[in-house]
């Protein structure tokens, strides 16, 4: 993902557990998505809770819309 950012490739960091303020991507080509609650692991399985805390319908939807509206290269 850094090596990623450092070439200006557009880059989508998925978060659960973890720190995305100081591991996730940063700046205008990137997009960081956190689970609901903040630090609830990512995993196959939904949650104990009843949902999944970042569902692959909101990841999807959200990096169409990031792929979209992304500035092009010039």
Known sequence: MHIAVAVNTP????FGIGKPAVYGPWGENTLCLKSTPPGAPI?????????DALPVSYVLS???TFLKNRKQPT
């Open 11 to 14: 880059t989508v960091g998925l």
């Open 43 to 51: 995993c196959e399985a939904p949650s104990q809770s009843g949902g």
């Open 62 to 64: 959200q990096i169409e």
